[in-house]
């Protein structure tokens, strides 16, 4: 697939003549997400990055599919995370709207939902690449590949501070939990770094301190939390701030990370290492990226979404990039086409730069894009990027042994399908109260 974004040609062909002709057809796309209740946060700002690149979009003509120019249109429906909504919703926008694209957040919301799309081919997305296995060829996991990317952050740390050589974690015993704490158990092991507490919890616990303190008497260099959920992530560091731990804090996520940076002290939280930048981080305008100005999409989502970025603001408009790429590669927006474009050189360019199609290992498919992600830190109270891991790379050496981290903890995509894809998920919301 051609390398340049939606952006990049956007500064190209803006000065050009638009092409009129077909702009009384609308392209649909689907979003099927929860924006409403307790996991609002996996959805909502998702929709408010999606309503942003529409707007870019459709301001630059829209889709340009052999020599003629189609507006999109985005219909949402909110699934709340339940499944019997989430199957009123997509037959809705399947049989309603013919969507061309179907963006879900997944989970325990594409699982009532898998075969009525695979049945009828439509091109689906999902955040959770654990809903990916050999019977859903049509789903993709195209922007968010959790948690393979979090290897970065380790090798990246043990680079950095090789003084580092013990580490304490903990995860709690939920879909995105246990493959997490595979993942990072894989990593410390490939860096040389020694486990000594792994502590597995239930999703509902909110006692920090009954966590944190049995993972601070074995007196470690780092405590990781692995994908814990924001509100636990905070709770936790507090709770080690107060103890008086003065070492190394490594998560996946650190979402509204200035909070932490007000309650605990700059000096604190100074060195956190974490996945996902802010989009004014200076290493972004260098780098070969999804948006041409990243800087400019941030400055304004917040200007119209106050308050509420995360890394869902992005991840959803990331793949409407990718998709936007393949249609007009494929010249066409049939879904099994565009599929296709995106196969086709088995690379494409994702959120953070060249990627390529992985995942059928551990996923039974390859339809999970890999490629360099960021390594963020704190940096005096400010996310900054310090590196981009190569995801490829590592896996060319060390994907045994991820595999045996995912097997140990029932993670391969056929342990999944045994006991049915998706029992006992749980989400809770990517946010925390002020």
Not at 11 to 19: D, H
Not at 35 to 63: D, F, Q
Not at 154 to 170: D, F, G, I, N, Q
Not at 361 to 382: C, I, R
Request: proline share 6%; aromatic share 10%.
């Amino acid at each position: 697939m051609e390398s340049s974004s939606f952006a990049h040609r956007l500064a190209i062909s803006g000065a050009l003549p638009r092409l009129q002709a077909g702009m009384a057809s609308t392209v649909n796309i689907g979003f099927l997400a929860p924006l409403s209740g307790p996991v609002e946060s996996w959805g909502l700002p998702g929709l408010h990055g999606c309503r942003i690149w529409e707007n870019w979009l459709n301001a630059a003509g829209g889709l340009l599919i052999d020599g003629r120019r189609y507006p999109i249109r985005i219909h949402a429906h909110d699934c709340g995370y339940e499944p019997k909504t989430a199957m009123a919703g997509a037959v809705r926008l399947v049989q309603d709207h013919d969507v061309k694209l179907l963006m879900m957040l997944g989970g325990d919301s594409f699982t009532p939902v898998a075969d009525f799309l695979m049945d009828r081919r439509i091109l689906t997305s999902t955040l959770l690449p654990s809903d990916l296995s050999p019977d859903t060829p049509y789903l993709i996991a195209p922007s968010e590949v959790h948690p393979i990317y979090l290897v970065t952050g380790v090798e990246w740390l043990a680079k950095a501070r090789p003084e580092l050589k013990t580490v304490a974690m903990c995860s709690q015993r939920d879909a995105l939990g246990l493959p997490s704490l595979a993942t990072y158990r894989a990593a410390f092991k490939a860096a040389g770094i020694e486990i000594a507490k792994e502590i597995q919890y239930d999703p509902a616990m909110t006692d920090a301190a009954a966590l944190v303190q049995p993972m601070l008497d074995e007196n470690p260099d780092i405590l990781c939390w692995c994908t814990s959920y924001t509100p636990m992530v905070h709770a936790m560091t507090e709770y080690a701030h107060a103890q008086g731990f003065r070492g190394q804090i490594i998560s996946c996520t650190l979402d509204h990370y200035d909070r932490l940076v007000a309650r605990t002290g700059r000096d604190f939280m100074e060195g956190a290492v974490f996945h996902f930048p802010d989009f004014d981080d200076p290493a972004l305008r260098e780098k070969a990226f999804f948006f041409n100005q990243p800087n400019v999409f941030y400055e304004e989502y917040n200007a119209r979404y106050p308050g509420s970025w995360s890394a869902v603001s992005w991840e959803y408009a990331a793949i409407l990039d990718i998709w936007h790429a393949a249609v007009e590669k494929a010249g066409t927006v049939n879904p099994l086409s565009v599929l296709a474009a995106m196969k086709q050189l088995g690379h494409v360019t994702h959120a953070f730069g060249p990627a390529q199609w992985w995942g059928r290992d551990v996923f039974g498919v390859d339809n999970a894009l890999v490629g360099e992600w960021p390594v963020v830190t704190v940096q005096d109270g400010k996310a900054r990027i310090v590196s981009f891991g190569s995801v490829p790379g590592w896996l060319r050496d060390n994907a045994d042994l991820l595999k045996r981290e995912m097997v140990a903890l029932g993670q391969m995509w056929d342990q999944r399908l045994e006991r049915g894809v998706g029992e006992g998920t749980e989400l809770q919301a990517r946010t925390i109260e002020a």
